[in-house]
């Protein structure tokens, strides 16, 4: 069993972690972005399993509202960004 404390922990980098999501955003740092959310995602599932009380699921369900209104942002950043050309001399690399 996890304590209030642990969870306010957990509740707090995971909050953290999507204000440093939302700088990404602005300023166009796809992959920084994608790093952080995969992690806040991971600690949200950490901190779904801590729920113990009413406000504890008001506060993960938040969380979880905000992680995926970020993700979309973030897959429609990675939906916009240019594909890469690969010359020829690299095809024939990566193919030996």
Excluded: W, Y
Excluded at 41 to 61: G, K, T
């Amino acid at each position: 069993m996890s304590t209030v404390a642990e969870f306010i922990e957990v509740r707090k980098s995971i909050e953290t972690l999507t204000a440093k999501i939302t700088v990404f955003n602005e300023h166009n740092a796809v992959q920084d972005s994608k790093q952080h959310l995969d992690e806040a995602n991971r600690q949200l599932e950490v901190l779904q399993a801590m729920v113990a009380n009413d406000v504890q699921v008001i506060a993960a369900s938040r969380l979880s509202r905000q992680l995926t209104g970020l993700g979309v942002k973030v897959a429609s950043m990675v939906a916009k960004m240019p594909v890469r050309k690969v010359s020829a001399k690299a095809k024939q690399q990566k193919e030996v």
